[in-house]
């Protein structure tokens, strides 16, 4: 499968944990972004990578929220001290580089849903 | 601050033909029209993009009208499995300002026997 994948695919913690989220993009994907899905609405932006450099970051993006993509690669989303209101599907996606695509394409993966309790 | 409005729900039945249309006002010049489809538990998928005039994919068709203020999905002969929440977007794909691309609400499309 060479499509964008996403671990755990659902995680449950309780208020105040620390939790990570990994997107693996497709390979030769240069932009990588993480939205946010809450019940009934569609995705909300949360930041986007071009590489290994995070580019932009929504204001949706607290302080608890960080992301990175080292290598230019896989990318982790992690949130600490974990609220109820943190509670949804967190999306990755990722696309081409601008230079190499014509309709700017996001290709998600399946989302990690998360349950804060 | 929305860039597009759409109904929030439609409900057709299989084999009929499917409009979905969407009202962006305030389009810029570099911006395009793009479509996606979201199921259950999944990530969105591009369906269809256009500029002006009209699109056809294997999919859908795109209709978008001279002033560009409105566009129109348009699904032919549906069936069950296009149940789905579909998503209209305006962004330049040229654009390197990433958080242009937003998501409203999208249209949640429901299918009957």
């Known amino acids: 499968d060479t499509g964008v994948s996403q671990d755990p695919r659902h995680k449950i913690t309780k208020r105040g944990q620390n939790v990570t989220f990994r997107c693996d993009p497709i390979s030769e994907h240069n932009r990588l972004y993480w939205y946010r899905q809450t019940l009934g609405q569609g995705p909300e932006f949360l930041t986007y990578?071009?590489?290994?450099?995070?580019?932009?970051k929504s204001r949706l993006l607290s302080d608890r929220f960080s992301a990175e993509r080292p290598k230019g690669s896989f990318s982790t989303l992690e949130i600490q001290r974990t609220e109820q209101g943190d509670s949804a599907m967190y999306l990755c996606?990722?696309?081409?580089?601008?230079?190499?695509?014509?309709?700017?394409?996001?290709?998600f993966g399946e989302g990690s849903r998360l349950t804060v309790l | 601050l929305a860039k597009t409005t759409q109904p929030i729900s439609m409900d057709s039945y299989e084999g009929q033909e499917v409009n979905i249309t969407c009202s962006h006002n305030n389009i810029a010049t570099n911006d395009y029209i793009t479509w996606y489809q979201q199921f259950p538990s999944q990530g969105p998928r591009f369906i269809i993009q256009g500029y002006k005039t009209k699109v056809t994919n294997e999919v859908a068709s795109l209709f978008i009208p001279a002033d560009r203020k409105s566009s129109t999905l348009s699904l032919p002969r549906v069936s069950l499995s296009d149940t789905a929440v579909y998503y209209c977007?305006?962004?330049?794909?040229?654009?390197?300002?990433?958080?242009?691309?937003?998501f409203g609400s999208g249209t949640r499309l429901s299918i009957r026997p």
């Open positions: 990578f071009q590489n290994e450099a995070q580019l932009e």
């Open positions: 996606a990722s696309s081409l580089d601008l230079a190499a695509t014509n309709t700017g394409e996001l290709f």
């Open positions: 977007l305006v962004d330049a794909p040229q654009d390197s300002s990433a958080s242009k691309i937003i």
